[in-house]
């Protein structure tokens, strides 16, 4: 048992170094949109916005409200579908905005092989062409996103300035109640590490990843990318949307900000239990092999090193430096969420919640209940 443990300790302490030193610097939390002065472009290319909403009532407005106050120099239109709703999304909408500056569509009914949000926005760049023709990009906002006031300006300069296809961020989460404040940021931390940032920032690096909240992405680019409809399947649709359009040589930037945020509460523990397994067995392309291999390596780096501190086993020494790196790698996002620092030492304890929750998902996928999310459940291939 002594040697076993030395082994799976000195193993952990390697798979953080690796971490912390050769894979990408995802800990830093460094890709930023920024808050400096800003270049003043010679023409600012026309923008739609599409919103998908589905019963959204408690947020829309002020998603709505935060999109009309930005500072961006030219006037965009913004497009909201409403998903079959059975609340009052589609009136509040429109009561939220001036005439002329939101059109709302009736969602049409989901067709074959399509998931709900990707239908959704389908229609809204369609009815955006006849909107608003010669948009050059299109901003995919969720209805529960309250946008800072110079969010798009800022997305639009970066767009252009590196001649991106996408331009996406990781909005900031609610962490208003306590399973918020222990889970949200590791969950944060958890998507860093899958998609290391500055690499999928890198056009000679190969990692595509989107966070779907905020996504802003030029319109030919996306036609190119056989729009839509090439991802009309997906359930995780930011990070398809970005590989589909990496495939065909697209620029992507990914990053973090501190004045976009969720208006969406979690509801505690069930709430983020809900949001994480509705699509957790997907990211594993619903692999039994692959869910068992993510077991094994969450043990390993989480599980190992929170052994070693709790007890003193053989090779706890290596085990202690492993706790270190891990807790030292996890603070900057700890920073990020305005968190003391003893919340790094329960970054375990969140592991071992998102290990159970994957596991979860793996078994509603399994019952035929995968994916389910907002009364619609996917199941079939990586829905």
């Not at 193993?11 to 939390?29: E, T």
């Not at 569509?105 to 074959?112: D, I, R």
């Not at 523990?269 to 094994?296: E, K, T």
Request: proline content about 6%; charged content about 15%.
């Amino acid at each position: 048992m002594g040697l076993a443990f030395t082994i799976l300790a000195g193993l952990s302490c390697v798979a953080w170094l690796y971490l912390v030193f050769f894979h990408g610097g995802f800990w830093r939390a460094d890709q930023r949109l920024g808050d400096g002065a800003l270049p003043v472009l010679r023409h600012w290319p026309p923008v739609l916005v599409v919103i998908p909403a589905r019963n959204e009532a408690g947020v829309i407005q002020r998603c709505i409200a935060s999109l009309l106050a930005q500072d961006y120099p030219h006037e965009f239109p913004i497009v909201l579908v409403d998903d079959n709703s059975t609340d009052a999304t589609a009136a509040l909408a429109r009561s939220a905005a001036p005439r002329g500056r939101l059109t709302v569509v009736k969602g049409q009914a989901l067709p074959a092989r399509w998931t709900g949000k990707v239908w959704a926005m389908s229609q809204g760049v369609a009815r955006g062409d006849c909107v608003l023709p010669g948009a050059r990009y299109v901003l995919f906002s969720d209805a529960d996103i309250n946008h800072g006031p110079d969010s798009l300006r800022r997305l639009v300069v970066r767009a252009e300035a590196g001649r991106l296809d996408m331009a996406s961020l990781m909005v900031m989460l609610s962490v208003a109640g306590f399973w918020e404040r222990v889970l949200i940021p590791p969950f944060i931390f958890f998507f860093q590490m899958l998609y290391p940032f500055a690499r999928v920032n890198d056009p000679n690096a190969s990692p595509a990843a989107a966070a779907g909240g905020c996504m802003l992405v030029r319109c030919s680019a996306l036609r190119a990318a056989g729009g839509l409809t090439a991802i009309r399947e997906a359930v995780i649709d930011d990070c398809a949307l970005a590989r589909a359009l990496a495939v065909r040589g697209g620029r992507l930037w990914l990053g973090l900000t501190t004045k976009t945020y969720s208006l969406r509460p979690y509801a505690g523990l069930s709430g983020i239990w809900n949001m994480v397994a509705r699509s957790a067995y997907a990211q594993l392309g619903h692999s039994p092999w692959r869910l068992v291999l993510c077991i094994v390596g969450m043990a390993l780096v989480y599980a190992v090193p929170l052994a070693a501190f709790l007890a003193p086993l053989n090779g706890a020494a290596a085990g202690l430096a492993a706790y270190g790196l891990m807790c030292w790698a996890y603070l900057p996002t700890v920073r990020l969420y305005r968190q003391r620092w003893p919340a790094a030492l329960l970054l375990p304890f969140a592991a071992a919640l998102y290990m159970a929750m994957t596991v979860g998902s793996a078994w509603c996928a399994w019952r035929g209940r995968g994916g389910a999310w907002k009364g619609r459940v996917y199941n079939q291939g990586t829905r």
